[in-house]
C-alpha cells in the first residue's frame, strides 16, 4: 500500500458518500495519500498504477467543468480508464431510469463510480443498489466531500493543523454543500467555525452543527484565521433573497478594504466558479492572501487519494459500506 503514514490500514469504507461519518484518523489517511501523490508529482512522477485495469465512471447528471476534469485527471493518473457519462446525451432523455443507467455502466466493468446529482441522497441510493464504489461528487445541498477535503488540505499546508484556527464559511450556506462538507470535516479536525451571510441564506438549523452564526461580515474578518467565500447560487435559489447583487457585494464581498482590516496572514479560499466582483474582487481573488488555484491543484491529488483508498479498500475483500 502506498502512502508516508501508516494510518492507511484505518481505511476500510467502499463508498465517500460525506464528511459527516469521518473520523479525524480517516480525514488524515485521505490527507497523507494525497500528501504522497503531491509530493511525487513534484518529484516529477505524477503518474502511477494502482488503478491500471480499474474503470472509473463519472456520472454528472449536473453540469460541472472542474470536478469532472478534476476527476477524469485524478483516475488517468493513476492508470485506470475513465468513462464520462452526460445525462444530456444519455438514454435518461429517452425514459431509463437514474438506477438503470447505474446499472448498466456497471456491467460494462465499472468498479468505481462518481456520481453528481442535483437531488440529495441520489450517491447514497446508488450505494445502495450497486456493488461498485460510489463516491459523491456533489448531490443537491447534502454534501460535496472532496471539495471540503481539498479545502482543508489546503488549510493544512499553510497552517500546519486545523485546531484552533477559525474558519468563515461566507455567503449562500442555505444551497452550499460545500458548506456542509467543510463543517463536518473542519469540526471533526478542532476548528471553530463560523458562517455568515444574509439572513435569508443562512438556516437556523444549522447551529445544531456547533456552528457560529453571524451576519456582519466586517465583525467576522477580526476573529478569522481563513475566510472561504461561498458563490451565489443563483441557479438553486428560487425567490429573491437578497435586495440586488450590488447589496450583496457591498455587505458580503471580500475587497481591498477588507482585506486591510483582516488579519495579516488571513488565508482566502474560493470554491469555483467564482462570481468576480460579488464574493471577492478581483485584485484579491488574483492577491497574495488567495489559494484559490492552489484549491484547484489539490483537488487533483485529495480525489487520487480517495480513489485510490475506495479501491484499496474493495480489492481487500473488507470493505464496509
Known amino acids: ?28 489517511t485521505i490527507f497523507s495519500r494525497a500528501r504522497t501523490y503531491k509530493e511525487r508529482a513534484l518529484r516529477g512522477e505524477p503518474k502511477s ?28 493518473r493513476l ?26 455502466i456497471q456491467a460494462m466493468g465499472a468498479s468505481q463510480m462518481v456520481v453528481r446529482h442535483s437531488s440529495s441522497g441520489a450517491p447514497k441510493f446508488l450505494s445502495r443498489h450497486l456493488d ?8 443537491g445541498t447534502h454534501e460535496h466531500p472532496t471539495q471540503g477535503l481539498l ?3 489546503t488549510i493544512l499546508e499553510r497552517r500546519g493543523q486545523v485546531r484552533g484556527l477559525t474558519v468563515a464559511l461566507v ?20 476548528a471553530r467555525v463560523i458562517v455568515c451571510g444574509p439572513a435569508t441564506l443562512i438556516p437556523p438549523a444549522i447551529s445544531e452543527l456547533g456552528v457560529d452564526i453571524l451576519h456582519d461580515f466586517d465583525e467576522v474578518l477580526e476573529e478569522a484565521d481563513c475566510v472561504n467565500l461561498l458563490r451565489v447560487q443563483f441557479e438553486r435559489q428560487r425567490g429573491a433573497f437578497f435586495p440586488s447583487i450590488a447589496e450583496y457585494a457591498h455587505l458580503y464581498g471580500m475587497n481591498r478594504q477588507r482585506l486591510q482590516r483582516a488579519r495579516k496572514d488571513l488565508l482566502v479560499l474560493a470554491p469555483g466558479p467564482i462570481n468576480r466582483g460579488v464574493e471577492i474582487t478581483a485584485d484579491v481573488a488574483d492577491g497574495e492572501h488567495s489559494l484559490i488555484l492552489d484549491q484547484v491543484t489539490n483537488g487533483l491529488y485529495i480525489r487520487m487519494a480517495c480513489l485510490a483508498l475506495l479501491h484499496e479498500a474493495q480489492r481487500s475483500g473488507q470493505a464496509v459500506s
Open 1 to 28: 500500500m502506498h502512502g508516508s503514514n501508516t494510518s492507511t490500514a484505518v481505511w476500510n469504507r467502499r463508498h465517500l458518500l460525506g464528511l459527516r461519518d469521518l473520523s479525524a484518523a480517516e480525514l488524515e
Open 49 to 76: 498504477n494502482e488503478l491500471a485495469g480499474v474503470v472509473v465512471a463519472n456520472l454528472f447528471f449536473e453540469n460541472s467543468t472542474r470536478t469532472r476534469t478534476s476527476f477524469g485527471l485524478a483516475a488517468r
Open 79 to 104: 492508470s485506470a480508464d475513465v468513462v464520462d457519462f452526460s445525462a444530456s446525451s444519455s438514454s435518461l432523455s429517452k425514459g431509463e431510469t437514474f438506477i438503470d443507467t447505474a446499472l448498466t
Open 132 to 139: 461498485c464504489s460510489v463516491l459523491n461528487a456533489g448531490d
Open 151 to 153: 479545502d482543508i488540505f
Open 171 to 190: 455567503g449562500d450556506i442555505l444551497h452550499s454543500r460545500v458548506a456542509r462538507s467543510n463543517i463536518w470535516g473542519l469540526k471533526t479536525l478542532g
